[in-house]
């Protein structure tokens, strides 16, 4: 194994420091893998999460990549060796998770970049819902193409309602965001999971700072939307986002996509990512949400699951009363995460 050309790193979602930042949440530490044979290279970070139930007296962990994106990346390699570099990087990896003593494994892969298509041999890989984005660098007008009609009449609407917009470059606070932001996850009843705390935002602008745009919408002199994204090289990544209740009216959220997208096309950025809905439904109504700002461009997101020890990962869903068989992965981990 050998270090990697952090350089040759398509996006946020794999530096060492982002990953960093889910460690509180996942309850592990992050670790990378480099892999280098004669033919190729890959780059693979994950957090190792200590499992809580022993077996035989022995401690076992499993690993997970950091809230987003991510999963092995293929840094350098010719196409015509691309299947020898993965079944070689497979089975040191293997070995790896033996001696890290390592049973499962939980990978989100990364739609834009597909790499779930380079490691289909070595995971179960699962299509688990469309992603939108909006296409800056193939359209000439990208909010003519991408935006829906509707859409566009919106933004309009909002305009000429006195509605108007903010982009700051690498803000030096998230206050205005952070009130807004939980006034949303409050209204929407949103899981634990989504309740970033005052660490995660402060290590955000400490590390990332350079990386961050906050698009603010106002109204009468008063923030009533925001959106917290993260920019990296040709990327814009929509990460977090938050309106208020009582102005929802004036379609803040419209103007925060408006927003982006006009300093998107102003910055020379090819492709803003949104995400996907919360379910995998066509119906879904924050992916048909979504899809109202990229009508032409959406991915597939894809995990990938794999058990490295059949042995132990049985005895600890018989430990925790699950069976391996269901929906959940690890399936052990099942009853402590409701």
Known sequence: MSKVDFGKLPDIYFEPEYGQLYEKMEQGKLEQFHFKNDVGSIYYQFIKRPIDISIDNNKYYDIVTPYGYGGPLIIDCNEKYKTKLINDFKVEFQKYCNEKSIISEFVRFHPVLDNARDFKSMYKIEGIRKTVGTNIYEFEDPIESEFSKSARKSIRRALNSQVSFKVTEKPTSLRNFIEIYYSTMDRNDASNYYYFDDEYFSSCLKIFKDQIILVEVIYDEKVIAAGFYFVYGKFVHAHLSG????????????IIKYATAVWAIENNIQLIHYGGGTSNSEHDPLYQFKKKFGRNTEYEFCVGKKIWDEEAYEKL?????????????????YNSSN
């Open 243 to 254: 309106t208020l209740k009582e102005y929802l009216h004036l379609s803040p959220a419209y």
């Open 317 to 333: 869903c018989k430990n925790t009363g699950t069976t391996s068989g269901i929906t959940y992965f690890p399936a052990y981990r």
